[in-house]
């Protein structure tokens, strides 16, 4: 097998054992603190904000104006999905527009 399998194969196993070694750890405590819950429930927007923040820094004008369309769908109340697929939309469209 080549180098590139192993790692992947290697970050699946460190991936799978971080997950099911987060749920070992909880599933000993029969109550959890609040804190540590208010904590756990904020960590998908933490990860979502540190993949997107980065690129949103590099991107272009077609990007900038996908993201307006994303949020001003989210401001209007649409479910992730109505958000996401707006987003995709313009972007696509943007980037496919003769220039």
Do not use: K
């Not at 909880?26 to 690129?55: G, K, N, Y």
């Not at 989210?74 to 972007?91: E, K, N, P, R």
């Amino acid at each position: 097998m080549n180098t590139t399998l192993w790692i992947i194969l290697a970050g699946a196993a460190v991936t799978y054992l971080t997950r099911i070694g987060g749920h070992l750890v909880l599933s000993r405590f029969q109550r959890i603190h609040p804190r540590i819950e208010a904590a756990l429930d904020a960590v998908p927007a933490a990860v979502l904000t540190a993949l997107i923040a980065p690129l949103t820094a590099m991107a272009g004008p077609m990007e900038w104006a996908a993201l307006v369309v994303a949020a001003l769908v989210a401001l209007c109340g649409g479910g992730l999905s109505t958000i996401f697929f707006s987003g995709a939309a313009v972007l696509i469209l943007l980037r496919n527009l003769p220039l």
